[in-house]
Nanobody
Framework: QVQLVESGGGLVQAGGSLRLSCVAS????????MGWFRQAPGKEREFVAGVSWSAGIINYADSVKGRFTISRDNAKNTVYLQMNSLKPEDTAVYYC???????????WGQGTQVTVSS
């Protein structure tokens, strides 16, 4: 069955860095767009970053541009999110997602908590 398993979350001070990983299984990873989303307490889930099949197209939310970097390794069925210069407002549960298009994600992970202290 399809699985997306995130890891790498944790507690970090403002200005620090974290690297999230998401390992996929149960589908042909290289055929899917991969993305990261996040949901803060009391807020709706929001798009963070997305990467196309061959990483030729990459999109970021304005709030993370210049600080976060999404990448993928199709040989390892893994997508990464490098997060630098973290801010308290980045605190959220971060979800990995897979889809056939950048605007249509169909598979979701369970999420990993990121907490940034001020």
């Amino acid at each position: 069955q399809v699985q997306l398993v995130e890891s790498g979350g944790g507690l970090v001070q403002a200005g620090g860095s974290l690297r999230l990983s998401c390992v996929a299984s149960g589908f042909t990873f290289s055929n899917f767009v991969m993305g990261w989303f996040r949901q803060a307490p009391g807020k709706e889930r929001e798009f963070v970053a997305g990467v196309s099949w061959s990483a030729g197209i990459i999109n970021y939310a304005d709030s993370v541009k210049g600080r976060f970097t999404i990448s993928r390794d199709n040989a390892k069925n893994t997508v990464y999110l490098q997060m630098n210069s973290l801010k308290p407002e980045d605190t959220a549960v971060y979800y990995c997602a897979a889809g056939l298009r950048m605007d249509a994600y169909v598979y979701w992970g369970q999420g990993t908590q990121v907490t940034v202290s001020s």
